[in-house]
T-cell receptor, first 113, second 113 residues
Framework: EPEVTQTPSHQVTQMGQEVILRCVPI?????FYWYRQILGQKVEFLVS????????KSEIFDDQFSVERPDGSNFTLKIRSTKLEDSAMYFC???????????FGSGTRLTVV | KQEVTQIPAALSVPEGENLVLNCSFT??????LQWFRQDPGKGLTSLLL?????REQTSGRLNASLDKSSGRSTLYIAASQPGDSATYLC????????????FGKGTKLSVKP
């Protein structure tokens, strides 16, 4: 069964450093998403991406965040200057328009120290 | 603003019991509703997707129902097993096909042998 692949599975970074989280969505999917889950809290929407541009973003997704689909297969989330409160599990997801369901990756646990 | 609530927050049952997890949402104008399973520290596994025009979906021992007008969904698990122990998340998708998912906080299920 097709999978959404995320790397790395766990990343530890110093506060103020830049991190890039990587995702390989399912190949025939057109819509791509990033969500995050702070420990013990709800899964929260960050951003959706379609046709090489952001289609929707939440108020969490401020100027320190950016997304990119650099080569037609990878989908990345960059956090420019990490803060302690960015520590969370970050999930990538992809979907097809006609089915409307999402397939999630297994997540990247980001720890900011 | 759409809010998703899941009751109960935690549930412990003996193996073999049938059980029901509840999900409610405040805005009935949803595109679809998806149930996920999350194991500790892991990603989200999609269990069932119900489109707004459907009343229920079944997969093996799982049955999910949707009553859009009353803003409710239930996930029924038959003949529970210890391997069913996990957190079950309900998420609704608003608006058109690009709408993001809004999650509940989940029900943590423990099935005792």
């Amino acid at each position: 069964e097709p999978e959404v692949t995320q790397t790395p599975s766990h990343q530890v970074t110093q506060m103020g450093q830049e991190v890039i989280l990587r995702c390989v969505p399912i190949s025939n999917h057109l819509y791509f998403y990033w969500y995050r889950q702070i420990l013990g809290q709800k899964v929260e929407f960050l951003v959706s991406f379609y046709n090489n541009e952001i289609s929707e973003k939440s108020e969490i997704f401020d100027d320190q965040f950016s997304v990119e689909r650099p080569d037609g297969s990878n989908f990345t989330l960059k956090i420019r200057s990490t803060k302690l409160e960015d520590s969370a599990m970050y999930f990538c997801a992809s979907g097809q328009v006609d089915r409307g369901g999402y397939t999630f990756g297994s997540g990247t646990r980001l720890t900011v120290v | 603003k759409q809010e998703v609530t899941q009751i109960p927050a935690a549930l412990s049952v003996p193996e073999g019991e049938n059980l029901v997890l509840n999900c409610s949402f405040t805005d009935s104008a949803i595109y679809n509703l998806q149930w996920f399973r999350q194991d500790p520290g892991k990603g989200l596994t999609s269990l069932l997707l119900i489109q707004s025009s459907q009343r229920e979906q079944t997969s093996g021992r799982l049955n999910a129902s949707l009553d859009k007008s009353s803003g409710r969904s239930t996930l029924y698990i038959a003949a529970s097993q210890p391997g069913d122990s996990a957190t079950y998340l309900c998420a609704v998708r608003n608006g058109g096909s690009q709408g993001n998912l809004i999650f509940g906080k989940g029900t943590k299920l423990s099935v005792k042998p």
